[in-house]
Nanobody
Framework: QVQLVESGGGLVQAGGSLRLSCAVS????????MGWFRQAPGKEREFVAA????????YYADSVRGRFTISRDNAKNTVYLQMNSLKPEDTAVYYC????????????WGQGTQVTVSS
């Protein structure tokens, strides 16, 4: 069983920054692709960013490209999401997820961390 625990959310003013972390249990973290998603009130969960097992080819939703950076530290079994130039529309619960086979199927999810951006 793989467990994911997000942290780093909070309240920030527009234009500010936050860094989210997601700690993943299990000995095969380094083989997983990892992703971040978010869900705003009344909206469906949406993709934010993802990164392959070796840190290569990070890709982003258009809405966050150039402002957010996904990274990972395989020695710490942790994936990060650095969020800069935050906007009120970034307000959401942010989730990390595991794709064990890099097949675009997200197998495990964390419980989420709230990010609130005030105007």
């Amino acid at each position: 069983q793989v467990q994911l625990v997000e942290s780093g959310g909070g309240l920030v003013q527009a234009g500010g920054s936050l860094r989210l972390s997601c700690a993943v249990s299990g000995r095969t973290f380094s083989s997983y692709s990892m992703g971040w998603f978010r869900q705003a009130p009344g909206k469906e969960r949406e993709f934010v960013a993802a990164i392959r097992w070796n840190g290569g080819n990070p890709y982003y939703a258009d809405s966050v490209r150039g402002r957010f950076t996904i990274s990972r530290d395989n020695a710490k079994n942790t994936v990060y999401l650095q969020m800069n130039s935050l906007k009120p529309e970034d307000t959401a619960v942010y989730y990390c997820a595991v794709d064990r086979n890099s097949a675009g199927t997200w197998d495990y999810w964390g419980q989420g961390t709230q990010v609130t951006v005030s105007s």
